[in-house]
């Protein structure tokens, strides 16, 4: 007869090859939007909801009117057809402070450390002040960060971004999501135009492209050299037993088989 021992380092390896790995490298994009037509076609005015990469979705909230407009300017890559998501029909003045804006719902199950960056361009009559909000249960928000845009009007602000890795919830949550929405400059019951010598006005436009949702994978337990060394004495003796168990009952399988159906076949 045939000496297993070759089953022993096997099943030894088999549970190695479960550990999980160590954490991931870096941060990876969770999910993107770049809003333009896919494939790509003759106009700007036309455009995509659905994320370039990953999961996720958006819509404009608080009564403002979303569309798509050219995005000539932003950090997109894209040589033709770069599109933005377009707002307009902003809050009169004075009223509906931090009630109208964007809305992205990402889920971050299985990473942490997530960041959210996205190019913002204004026109002139549109508000400069905007804040960056998430929730943790999908409806409740809180206010996270607050921008004043400077570049000025029909001008695009790349490179927000906003930094989450320290607020408990935000990773692996299913409903994380967040918002940008226009508010009064600080101090004061008022929007200030992003243009110099603008006027604010509820047709100022807001316009967003590459919105970016990033994470790292979660990390996970590495066991310590002596936890290895008993996972392998517990292969060990479940080799053993199966052995001793399988002799008795005269039968071939192989441990952990049963009869239950297996993967998701076709029904
Ligand atoms: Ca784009
Ligand atoms: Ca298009």
Redesign the pocket.
């Known amino acids: 007869m045939k000496t297993p021992i070759l089953a022993v380092p096997a099943a030894f390896f088999v549970t190695l090859a479960a550990l999980p790995l160590p954490r991931g490298l870096g941060q990876i994009v969770l999910t993107q939007w770049?809003?333009?037509s896919v494939p790509p076609d003759t106009t700007t005015t036309t455009g995509s909801l659905v994320p370039r990469t990953g999961i996720g979705s958006v819509t404009g909230f608080g009564g403002v009117s979303a569309g798509f407009s050219d995005?000539t300017g932003?950090s997109?890559p894209?040589k033709k057809d770069?599109?933005?998501l377009n707002l307009s029909t902003f809050a009169p003045q004075g009223t509906g402070n931090g009630s109208r804006g964007v809305l992205f719902r990402v889920p971050t199950l299985g990473h942490q450390d997530i960041s959210v960056s996205w190019d913002q361009r204004f026109s002139g009559t549109a508000a400069r002040g905007y804040q960056f909000q998430y929730t943790l249960d999908g409806s409740s928000f809180v206010p996270y960060a607050t921008f004043s845009n400077s570049a000025g009007g029909n001008a695009w602000v790349p490179g927000n971004s906003v930094e989450l890795g320290q607020i408990p919830g935000v990773a692996d949550n299913p409903d994380f999501g967040f918002r940008i929405v226009a508010v009064f400059d600080p101090g004061t019951t008022a929007y200030g135009a992003s243009g110099v010598g603008s006027t604010y006005g509820t047709s100022g436009t807001w316009r967003f492209?590459?919105v970016t949702v990033r994470g790292t994978a979660m990390p996970t337990v590495i066991p310590e050299p002596h936890e290895y060394a008993l996972m392998a004495a517990g292969s060990l003796a479940g080799f053993a037993w199966w052995r001793r168990h399988s002799r008795r009952e005269g039968g071939g399988t192989s441990p952990g088989a049963g009869h239950g159906t297996h993967g998701r076949g076709r029904a």
Do not use: L, R
């Open positions: 770049d809003f333009n995005a932003s997109d894209a770069n599109t933005g492209d590459e």
